[in-house]
């Protein structure tokens, strides 16, 4: 998932180019996801803006956003419950912090409950 671009210098600086030979080569992403023991997550509780619905949260997630995926897809499965990713964070829907930090300490990343 790419981020959201909020502002011209988000774009990359060029817009447009009068230029007939000007060929733009886009930054390819090559970030390394650091292993399970160097990943420091944070499990929370929000209900902001959801409708007084609980969402358990985890940020503080370091590498490919497919990784990203691929962790919140597993943690949904192991839960029976839905939920996305957005904006390099994991959504699961309704309080399910403890049984996410457990599989998350389980598969060897760090964890720590954040919030109230």
């Known amino acids: 998932m790419k981020?959201?671009?909020n502002s011209l210098s988000d774009l990359g600086g060029i817009m447009y180019s009068t230029n007939p030979e000007f060929?733009?080569?886009?930054?390819?992403?090559?970030?390394?996801?650091s292993p399970n023991n160097q990943q420091d997550l944070r499990v929370m509780l929000d209900k902001k803006n959801r409708g007084g619905k609980a969402v358990t949260l985890i940020t503080g997630f370091k590498g490919k956003t497919d990784?990203?995926?691929?962790?919140?897809?597993?943690?949904?499965?192991?839960?029976?419950?839905?939920?996305?990713?957005?904006?390099?964070?994991?959504?699961?829907?309704?309080?399910?912090r403890d049984k996410v930090m457990a599989i998350l300490l389980k598969d060897g990343y760090k964890v720590k409950k954040a919030g109230g």
């Open 3 to 5: 981020p959201k671009k």
């Open 23 to 33: 060929e733009y080569h886009e930054d390819i992403d090559d970030t390394v996801t």
């Open 67 to 96: 990784d990203l995926e691929i962790l919140g897809k597993m943690l949904k499965t192991k839960c029976g419950v839905g939920g996305s990713v957005k904006d390099e964070e994991i959504m699961i829907q309704g309080d399910v």
